[in-house]
């Protein structure tokens, strides 16, 4: 049996296994896995140390922390354990805004951007395959902006806690979760986007394009078609799966009572979907992306 | 590592970008790859290792196909790409290690020592590539293309964009590892010069199209063709030597210099070379060179009058009409493929 790469070849040919070559086989099988593995961390290590030294890191993490704690002074002062929900929601709707922007301004330039600059020519030139670069990538990418989130909305929750005491943290805990979810929905995205765009400033305006799409259009338009036709419970539900902050709103209000949020939000809090299968839709729009991206990259030409 | 390339065919949409060439790059030599823009040389290079998908045809890297081992191929092959670069926020230390660990080797940091010192980079190690200048950087990625001892290494156009110190260590570099090393070096170039003072085999491009190839002695031997040039500032003793060198060759080329001196190039055959200076009066010359053929001259017949034959194109890929050429016979021009 002859496996081959149909893009760059880099399955190796397998010959036929018997038992006598079987446990040759498996550690190698083994190695390989293992070198995979340490190609990717490299990869991610190194993508994470550029984002340190180029202080996204930083930057990431002051807006969050900024934005949150702006908006947990204002939105908390003077409320009783109930306003930690309140607060919550008031995050999750400034977190549909600005997590999305934030996240694909993070992603857009990770493959075409170090294609500009002659680094995917290097890496490419490497025996490590393309999806793994992609992986990488991604991965470095999402830890930078993971930690970010974390600490940044962390800092308001840090706030709340001191506030609020542990009654109620665990929403905030959730929220916190499924912001870091959809941050890394949006890199996934992001990095897709930078695979398929041919220039830099193509990416910029695709991620733009994307960020309106998602957080503009999407919902209104849902919106529309709800209104004007009586469709089943089945369509609300593919609307909503459509668009990964819609799945996170529909996740953070269903913690939340369907608290504090008004027009498609309230639709979204109708469409019954268990907790377990938006998580799994927030997953998907994570895995997919970066799947497709690593497929995409095959085709790419340096 | 010998390297076997057979008819390789790529086109892209309507531009075909690479039309059959067929030769072999001999284990251990230094091996040039020379074309003008567009004919063909890093599509060529982005195929040997892989980067992309040839249409038609297959090159062979010490025995295995690149189209379906390009991943053990890159394990062999250092290559530096045309356009290659690295992150300017990581020092030039942290390239090599990020190179060396997805590559595995064992004995990092030595070897990484090792290729700084070869490359001339030992003292700027750590500092941030950003501030290393055009020369370094290529020394860099040359660098990384050494550190797995790769028994192919690849240099896609390695001295563009070089000043000229740059362009002599970086020759001085490739010249210690062709004559140190069994390593099989494959560059491209559009400067002939270089490529004459660096490879001793080389293939000529043009359009795609493999125009000549073979040891470059060989290459420049052919012919009996040598250049006489005569050079004088006296504007009366050039139309007087003009009219004396018309009567006596047919081909005169005439090449204005700076406008204050001019020279006067005649290109005849080598017998006749010597009857031709016998007879110039002394008073009218100051300066007279008779040249061998070199590279230029053997590019410029390849590429002006089409396809020459390949000593070492694969069996059963002869170029038309051709028969197995010697080291050092003549190549014969002959119609394009």
């Given at each position: 049996m002859t496996l081959t790469n149909?893009?760059?070849?880099?399955l190796e040919s397998v010959e036929p296994i018997d038992a006598a070559h079987a446990d040759e086989t498996t550690a190698a099988s083994t190695a390989t896995s293992k070198t995979v593995g340490r190609q990717v961390l490299v990869l991610a290590e190194s993508e994470y140390r550029l984002a340190i030294r180029s202080r996204w890191a930083v930057a990431l993490t002051g807006i969050f922390a900024a934005f949150a704690l702006g908006l947990t002074t204002f939105s908390g002062?003077?409320?009783?354990?109930e306003g930690f929900d309140r607060t919550v929601a008031s995050l999750a709707v400034l977190a549909v805004y600005l997590v999305p922007l934030v996240a694909l301004a993070f992603s857009y330039d990770a493959i075409v951007g170090r294609e500009e600059s002659g680094w995917l020519q290097t890496l490419f030139?490497?025996?490590?395959s393309r999806a793994w670069i992609v992986l990488g990538t991604a991965l470095g990418r999402g830890a930078i902006l993971a930690s970010a989130t974390i600490i940044g909305f962390g800092v308001a929750g840090g706030f709340l806690l001191l506030e609020f005491g542990l009654a109620g943290f665990d929403t905030y805990v959730a929220f916190l979760l499924s912001t870091v979810a959809l941050g890394l929905a949006f890199l996934a995205f992001g990095v897709l986007l930078s695979t398929l765009a041919r220039e830099k400033t193509h990416a910029l305006g695709f991620a733009l394009l994307a960020w309106a799409w998602f957080v503009l259009v999407h919902d209104l338009l849902a919106l529309g078609i709800l209104s004007a036709f009586d469709l089943p419970g089945t369509a609300l539900s593919a609307l909503l799966l459509a668009n990964p902050t819609s799945v996170f709103r529909a996740l953070v209000l269903g913690s939340l009572g369907a608290a504090g949020d008004a027009g498609f939000a309230s639709v979204l809090a109708e469409a019954g979907l268990s907790p377990g299968v938006l998580l799994g839709a927030l997953l998907a729009w994570i895995v997919v992306p970066i799947a497709l991206a690593a497929v995409a990259i095959r085709r790419r030409r340096v | 590592m010998q390297i076997t390339i057979t008819d390789i065919y790529k086109r892209y949409g309507d531009v075909v970008a690479l039309d059959g060439p067929s030769f072999e790059i001999p284990s251990g030599s230094t091996f040039g790859v020379l074309g003008t823009n567009g004919a063909g040389k890093s599509t060529l290079f982005g195929l040997l290792v892989g980067h992309d998908r040839p249409d038609g045809g297959t090159i062979d890297v010490g025995g295995l196909d690149v189209e379906e081992a390009g991943h053990r191929v890159r394990e062999r092959v250092g290559f530096l790409p045309e356009h290659s670069g690295f992150p300017?926020?990581?020092t030039g230390r942290e390239v090599l290690s990020t190179h060396a660990r997805i590559r595995g080797l064992e004995n990092r940091d030595e070897r990484i020592e090792e290729v700084l010192e070869l490359v001339g980079l030992t003292d700027a190690a750590d500092r941030a590539v950003s501030g290393y200048s055009n020369g370094m950087g290529r020394r860099l990625g040359l660098a990384a293309a050494l550190l797995p001892e790769p028994p192919v290494l690849v240099l896609d156009e390695?001295?563009?964009?070089?000043d000229p110190r740059g362009v002599t260590a970086f020759h001085d570099i490739v010249t210690r590892i062709g004559n140190e090393t069994d390593t099989t070096v494959v560059l491209s170039s559009h400067v002939l010069s270089e490529v004459e003072s660096l490879c001793d085999h080389v293939a000529i491009l043009h359009d795609g199209r493999l125009h000549a190839s073979g040891s470059v002695e060989s290459l420049c031997a052919t012919g009996d063709t040598v250049t006489v040039s005569v050079a004088t500032t006296n504007p009366s003793a050039r139309a007087r030597l003009l009219e004396e060198l018309q009567l006596r060759v047919e081909e005169l080329e005439v090449v204005h210099r700076d406008g204050s001196s001019d020279r006067l190039e005649v290109r005849c055959d080598r017998s006749r070379a010597f009857d031709l200076v016998a007879h110039l009066e002394s008073d009218l010359v100051e300066h007279f060179e008779v040249r061998e053929p070199g590279l230029e001259a053997a590019f410029h017949r390849a590429v002006e009058g089409g396809s020459m034959a390949d000593e070492s194109a694969p069996d059963g890929h002869k170029l038309r009409g051709e028969t197995a050429h010697a080291e050092g016979d003549a190549i014969p021009a002959e119609v394009g493929r």
């Open positions: 149909e893009y760059e070849g880099d002062a003077s409320v009783s354990p030139s490497l025996p490590v | 300017g926020s990581l390695p001295t563009a964009g070089l």
